[in-house]
C-alpha cells in the first residue's frame, strides 16, 4: 500500500532564482525539512496580504526524487499579487509553503505512449512527472511526448534541458509551438492542433495537460472530437 505523503508547512529559503523569459521565473527553495511529495502535486504558498492571509497554489516543476530543495516555476502576472510577491523574492528570502497537495499524477500502471501537454508554465508538474518517469526508468518501452505552447519565440521554458533528455532518450520528443512567432522555424500556431498533427493513434496514448482553464477545455474539446478517449486524458486545470 501507498501512503499519502503528510501535508505539512515548510519554512522555504529561496537559495536559486532563475529568470527563463521575460515574464517567468523559476525559484529553487531550500526546505526546512525533506518533503515527499508525488510528481504533479502542488504547494500552497503563503503571505499577507493588506494584513490578512493570503495563499495560492503553485506546481512543484522539479522531481521528486529531490526532497531537500524544490522548484516553482512562475509567471508574473499584470497586477497579480501573489506573482508578483514571488518575483520581487531575493535570494536568502523566506516563503511559507505548505504541501504536498492535489491529485493530479500519473496513472500506473503505464499501458501506452505518453502525451505531456502544456502552455506556459503549466510545463512545471509536467516537467516534474516526466524527470521522475526517466529517473525510475518506467518508460523505457513506450514513446514520450512533450508538447509546450508558448506565445513568442523566446519563451520556450526548459528549452535546453529538453533537448538534453531528447539526446539521451531516443524515445523522448519535444515540440514547442509557438502561436505568435517572430523568426521562429518550429512548429507554430495552437498546442492541441499540434498533439493532433503528430499523434495518430488516439486511442494508444495517455494524455496529461496543465494550463489555464480556458486552455484545458479547448484542448479536450479538439482532442475528444478528435478520437481521443475522454478517459484517458488527465489534466490540472489552473484558475
Ligand atoms: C493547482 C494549481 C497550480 C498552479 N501552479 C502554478 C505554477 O506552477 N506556476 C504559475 O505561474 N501559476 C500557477 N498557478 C496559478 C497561480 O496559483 C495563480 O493563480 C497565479 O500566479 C496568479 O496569481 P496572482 O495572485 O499573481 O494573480 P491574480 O490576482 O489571481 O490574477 C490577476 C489576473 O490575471 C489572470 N491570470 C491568472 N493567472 C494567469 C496566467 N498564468 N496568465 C495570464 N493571466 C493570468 C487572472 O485571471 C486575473 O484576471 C496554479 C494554479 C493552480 C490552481
Not at 523559476?26 to 500552497?44: H, L, N, R, S, Y
Not at 509551438?177 to 486511442?203: A, C, D, F, M
Request: aromatic fraction near 12%.
Amino acid at each position: 500500500m501507498h501512503l499519502m505523503p503528510i501535508i505539512q508547512f515548510y519554512d522555504a529559503v529561496v537559495s536559486d532564482i532563475l529568470a527563463q523569459t521575460s515574464t517567468v521565473k523559476t525559484f529553487t527553495f531550500d526546505m526546512d525539512k525533506p518533503i515527499e511529495f508525488q510528481a504533479g502535486q502542488f504547494v500552497m504558498a503563503h503571505t499577507t496580504k493588506e494584513g490578512q492571509p493570503f495563499k495560492k497554489p503553485y506546481s512543484i516543476a522539479s522531481p521528486p526524487y529531490i526532497q531537500d530543495k524544490i522548484q516553482l516555476c512562475i509567471k508574473k502576472v499584470d497586477g497579480g499579487f501573489m506573482s508578483n510577491h514571488f518575483h520581487n523574492l531575493k535570494m536568502g528570502d523566506r516563503m511559507k509553503l505548505q504541501g504536498p497537495m492535489g491529485v493530479f499524477k500519473i496513472k500506473e500502471p503505464i499501458q501506452r505512449d505518453l502525451a505531456f501537454v502544456a502552455t506556459g508554465t503549466g510545463i512545471a508538474p509536467l516537467r516534474g512527472m516526466i524527470l521522475n518517469l526517466y529517473h525510475q526508468k518506467k518508460v523505457d518501452s513506450i514513446k514520450v511526448w512533450c508538447f509546450l505552447g508558448v506565445r513568442y519565440d523566446d519563451e520556450v521554458l526548459f528549452w535546453d534541458e529538453f533537448q538534453k533528455l531528447e539526446k539521451e532518450h531516443s524515445n523522448f520528443k519535444f515540440i514547442p509551438t509557438v502561436s505568435r512567432p517572430k523568426n521562429w522555424t518550429g512548429e507554430t500556431g495552437y498546442v492541441q492542433e499540434k498533439v493532433k498533427k503528430y499523434l495518430t493513434s488516439p486511442k494508444d496514448v495517455d494524455i496529461y495537460a496543465c494550463g489555464l482553464a480556458a486552455m484545458i477545455e479547448q484542448t479536450i474539446k479538439v482532442l475528444g472530437e478528435a478520437g481521443f478517449p475522454p478517459e484517458q486524458m488527465h489534466y490540472e486545470k489552473w484558475t
